[in-house]
């Protein structure tokens, strides 16, 4: 069995002592893992692809947890060789070891993990704690983003959720303001992997940044669990792109590498993205089934210049 993001990110953490950073529907917000085969094919080229113009501003970085086998250094020397710029989702320990490399830290872990969130008041004490601890950290690494989540309803509405994120996140942005630190809310399924959990679609996530109204919140997009929960997926990044400060990549169902044996097309997604003007990062997410490095390699690719 592949092993989930919150386990990685577990395990990677027990020996660090850091906290992992992991209601019906209000009307207007509408409320989706198997195997396969790895494939080592070379991705489309993107000036063959109808639509294809010059290299996207954006740039390119992994999830470390998906390759939690791979000791830190090894993954930062081969995302390196096949052109990556960066290493996402890290911890205290590791804020330092992709400059060894010549590569950046993406997005940081942030407090608490995934269940509970910025929508528990309870918890806003112990979240901006942390988070006021971790901030200055990050920016003395140099890292620009550290990851936030919502927390899991447990009867919760959407309405009262978005008012506790921004309650609580409103705590913590002046120390990220501060510190020139941009926090980012990430987006999950909860229909597969992540049960429960509140931010689990865009426009719901959308409306805790504009309460918050900060340049220093913005929004984690991942494809894979958007894709399973609402789809339309170019026409959402073309409609909330003001809003997005990350993406995050995985082929659906499974999130397996992003090959031909999943249903999203991803050069059409990349080209999209690339539209909008977004210059920050592009980080695959996808849990290797064969030759990683082979397959990150073909990701890498999908969505060069």
């Known amino acids: ?21 992991t209601g019906a ?10 195997g396969g085969v790895a494939t080592d094919a070379p991705a489309p080229r993107r000036d063959a692809l109808p639509g294809a113009g010059s290299a996207p501003g954006y740039r390119q970085s992994v999830a470390r947890w998906c390759f ?9 020397a081969e995302a390196k060789r096949i052109g990556l710029q960066g290493i996402d989702l890290l911890s205290e320990p590791e804020y330092e070891v992709p400059k060894r490399h010549g590569l950046v830290c993406t997005v940081a872990n942030g407090p608490g993990p995934i269940p509970d969130g910025w929508n528990r008041p309870d918890l806003h004490d112990k979240l901006v704690a942390e988070g006021e601890r971790l901030l200055p950290l990050v920016a003395q690494a140099g890292i620009g983003q550290m990851i936030v ?13 978005i008012a506790n994120c921004v309650a609580g996140l409103k705590r913590l ?3 990220a303001e ?27 996530a959308v409306e805790v940044a504009k309460g918050l109204g900060s340049g220093r919140f913005k929004l984690l997009y991942d494809i894979y669990h958007m894709q399973i929960m609402e789809g339309d997926v170019v026409r959402t990044i073309q409609t909330y792109a003001p809003f997005i400060a990350h993406y995050h990549t995985a082929g659906v ?7 031909e044996d999943q249903e999203l097309y991803y050069p059409k997604i990349a080209r999209a993205i690339a539209a909008t003007g977004f ?7 996808f849990i290797p089934r064969a030759d990683g490095i082979a397959t990150l390699a073909a990701a890498q690719r999908i969505f060069a210049g």
């Open 178 to 204: 501060r510190h020139g630190v941009t926090l980012v809310m990430e987006m999950l399924n909860s229909k597969v992997d992540h049960k429960d959990y509140h931010a689990d679609r865009t426009a719901w």
């Open 68 to 76: 939690s086998s791979m000791p830190l250094d090894t993954l930062c």
């Open 173 to 175: 942005l002046p120390a």
């Open 149 to 161: 989540f919502s927390g899991n309803r447990r009867g919760m509405g959407d309405g009262e959720g």
């Open 25 to 34: 529907l209000t009307p207007g917000l509408a409320r989706a893992e198997e």
């Open 253 to 259: 169902p499974g999130r397996h590498e992003l090959d």
């Open 1 to 21: 069995m592949s092993p989930t993001r919150r386990q990685a990110i577990k395990a990677g953490l027990a020996g660090a002592g850091a906290l992992a950073a």
């Open 279 to 285: 210059t920050g990062f592009v980080a695959h997410e």
